[in-house]
């Protein structure tokens, strides 16, 4: 089929034929045989567009089999706490934000197991799920102070808002980790996990009052006031007799060591209390005050007042001798002053 109105660069002839003998069709010249024109593949009679070359042997970018696993480690988490999908979702989004990061993509496999963690414990608080970093710690079996330090890494690599979280609001979920019901301990141990965190949450508001809890780490502090709650529900003689590392033991959780210095430091704030509860005779120390708990928490405000008016009473008594002892020894000076004075005198 002759094509009018085109010339054949080589020779100038005009006899141009469409040459549709192959797939791909051509414009050629009958009088030399040059090809004045190629086709394009995509001129066929099935009709369609051009697609380029780079297109048509493009693969698409699959996860790596890191990534995956972390992925499928951060699902096996939020199952062991049984959060819900959203929390999930979020946790797997921000796992996947942070492995493509140049900080997290050449670390070791260690630190990409806590980032799954410390992704979880994110999501969490965002979504109101109380949650410690604590617990993340033990499910990861790994050191807590590296996990905190992923975790201020990732959250300002993500910039993150996440929102504080009181020590009150995860006394709740931190108490169901110790296996002190009916059918993990003996009967006179057993102790029913509502009273327990309502007991263990009046002592951490108590602690915090006094300034125990600023500036600690909440973990030791949570099991502290559990055992002391533990103790003062039912002050029985095995129960006080039962120590830290033996509650842990029966609790099946694993023992803090900061956790022995924060009971004593608890124990002193409930002595000075339980010393300005009018009706007891008897003198509070640190070896009986765990009976009188219920009272110094139902009256804990009242007490709190007349402990701070004894504390500032001894004070000013305090003062007081210091300023006149001040004095008198001021007195004493002058008076040697003077005498030294007549003496010098009286010398020829």
């Not at 630190?111 to 033990?138: A, D, F, H, Y």
């Not at 059918?183 to 509502?194: A, G, T």
Request: hydrophobic share 40%.
């Amino acid at each position: 089929m002759s094509k009018g109105g085109l010339s054949c660069p080589g020779c100038g002839s005009s006899n141009i034929i469409d040459d549709d003998l192959y797939a791909q069709s051509q414009l050629v010249c009958v009088d030399c045989g040059s090809v004045v024109s190629e086709g394009v593949l995509a001129a066929d009679p099935v009709g369609g567009s051009d697609v380029s070359y780079s297109r048509t042997t493009a693969v698409a970018k699959k996860p790596c089999l890191n990534l995956k696993k972390g992925l499928q480690r951060v699902k096996a988490l939020c199952r062991i706490l049984r959060v819900h999908k959203e929390i999930e979702d979020f946790s797997q989004t921000y796992y996947s934000q942070a492995y493509q990061h140049e900080s997290f993509i050449k670390v070791s496999l260690q630190k990409k197991e806590i980032l799954t963690g410390c992704c979880l414990l994110v999501s969490c608080r965002q979504l109101n799920w109380p949650i410690t970093m604590g617990t993340i710690s033990c499910l990861l079996d790994a050191d807590p102070m590296l996990v905190g330090a992923v975790y201020q890494e990732m959250v300002k690599i993500l910039n993150i808002e996440v929102p504080i979280v009181s020590i009150t609001d995860v006394m709740e979920a931190h108490c169901q980790e110790y296996k002190i019901s009916s059918p993990h301990v003996p009967e006179e141990l057993v102790e029913n996990i509502q009273d327990l965190t309502k007991r263990a949450a009046a002592l951490v508001e108590l602690a915090a009052d006094t300034w125990i809890v600023t500036g600690r780490r909440p973990i030791p502090i949570m099991m502290a006031v559990i055992y002391l709650a533990w103790q003062s529900l039912k002050p029985t003689k095995h129960r006080l007799k039962l120590s830290l590392e033996r509650f842990c033991q029966i609790a099946k959780v694993k023992k803090h060591k900061p956790a022995l210095k924060r009971i004593t430091e608890i124990k002193e704030v409930l002595c000075k209390l339980g010393k300005e509860i009018p009706w007891l005779r008897e003198t509070v120390t640190p070896d009986n005050v765990v009976q009188q708990v219920e009272d110094i928490l139902q009256h804990r405000n009242a007490l709190l007042r007349r402990a701070l008016r004894t504390h500032e009473d001894a004070l000013l008594e305090e003062c007081q001798v210091s300023f006149e002892g001040a004095l008198t020894q001021e007195a004493n000076q002058s008076q040697s002053a003077e005498l030294a004075e007549q003496t010098q005198k009286h010398l020829p």
